[in-house]
């Protein structure tokens, strides 16, 4: 029988410090700046609560599985996914003119979040299966695993979290070795096909690819949420307005300030000093889990490991540079600070396999 002390080292043994301090401390901020950005809604806070409560389980629940058990059940977990984004597609729920809802019972989903953990993990099992016999044509394959969600979930459509899947895969193919000259062209042909892609795309995404050129020639409309969110930052200076004391959003001039838009309320309330700690706490973590990827045991912990670390600054550059008026509006959540409990969910159980590649990296011989 384990005494006390043994149970408490494979229950803690698991968790890496670096990542789960300063999780920790992210959170503690976030319910901070939730609770001001809410209007003081204790409700809203408690419910965000209750969705971390359930993203630390997930968290453990992956920090103690080793990779090479996580590596067994990629592919049904990505094909889960899938079928969940033709579901959104056939009976998903309507919201705002989109798309992205599924009803599974009492619980509702946004499938798209699954598929950003479960797409870097079908990619990294599929090179792992392959070994060292990689070819061009596995990269070819795994292209097709990518582009097939990343369309399913345009249809929907959200231009916004595509992008994010898209960007995770890629992670994928880039540290299993894709050239740069592959990705030269690629990124080439992107650049050709713009005015292609102009055509496609839906009235409400060119009006906010035409706002970021410009916003104030909407400022009641389309560029309305950018320029509210640059003047909230703006006001916040070096130190901050103070804690409750922020005016855009309490005013109701900021929209959506508990989710996308969050990082406004934050630099309103704390200023050019806050920011600067949230973004040393989260290269501090993106840092950890690049550390923890080049030591990862097999192909599969590495690749997952690199991929989920640059998805997580990928996450932040997107939605600083959206607040701060450098990109589109794509409604992207902030890591740590956005309210939700999807995003929250699948933002730990990344911080839960990394974590559980750093753990287990000497189980595996090199």
Do not use: C
């Not at 249809?155 to 990705?183: C, E, H, N």
């Not at 103070?242 to 838009?261: A, N």
């Not at 920011?275 to 923890?292: D, K, P, Q």
């Amino acid at each position: 029988m384990l005494t006390i002390k043994e149970l408490r080292a494979r229950l803690v043994a698991p968790l890496d410090p670096t990542l789960f301090n300063t999780s920790l401390l992210l959170m503690a901020l976030g319910f901070v700046v939730l609770y001001s950005a809410s209007g003081s809604d204790m409700g809203k806070v408690a419910s965000q609560a209750r969705n971390l409560g359930l993203a630390f389980m997930a968290m453990w629940a992956m920090a103690i599985t080793p990779p090479h058990k996580i590596e067994r059940v990629v592919f049904p977990v990505y094909v889960v996914a899938l079928v969940a984004l033709v579901g959104v597609a056939l009976f998903g729920e309507v919201s705002h003119g989109a798309r992205r809802w599924l009803h599974m019972g009492p619980v509702r989903i946004q499938p798209s979040e699954l598929m950003k953990i479960a797409l870097p993990l079908a990619l990294a099992g599929y090179f792992e299966w392959r070994g060292k016999a990689i070819t061009w044509r596995d990269f070819v394959v795994a292209a097709v695993l990518l582009l097939v969600p990343v369309a399913l979930v345009i249809r929907q459509p959200d231009l916004g979290t595509a992008l994010l899947i898209a960007s995770s895969g890629f992670y994928v193919l880039y540290f299993a070795g894709l050239s740069w000259k592959v990705m030269g062209g690629l990124f080439a042909a992107g650049l050709a096909a713009m005015p292609f892609v102009w055509h496609v795309l839906h009235d409400y995404q060119k009006k906010r690819i035409l706002t970021l050129l410009d916003p104030s020639q909407d400022p009641l409309g389309a560029g309305y949420h950018t320029l509210q969110s640059m003047i909230a930052l703006g006001s916040g200076g070096l130190i901050g307005k103070g804690w409750l004391r922020g005016t855009q959003s309490h005013l109701d001039f900021l929209p959506e300030h508990t989710t996308d838009f969050i990082f406004a309320v934050f630099g309103e309330e704390f200023g050019l000093l806050g920011e600067m700690v949230f973004l040393a706490a989260m290269l501090v973590i993106i840092t950890r889990g690049l550390f923890i990827a080049n030591e990862g045991s097999t192909p599969f912990a590495r690749l997952v490991a690199g991929s989920l670390s640059m998805t997580l600054f990928t996450y932040t550059f997107v939605n600083m540079g959206m607040v701060s008026g450098i990109l589109p509006v794509v409604g992207v959540p902030l890591p740590f600070l956005s309210y939700g409990g999807t995003s929250l969910v699948t933002l730990f159980i990344s911080i839960g396999i990394l974590m559980s590649v750093h753990h287990h990296r000497k189980l595996v011989k090199q």
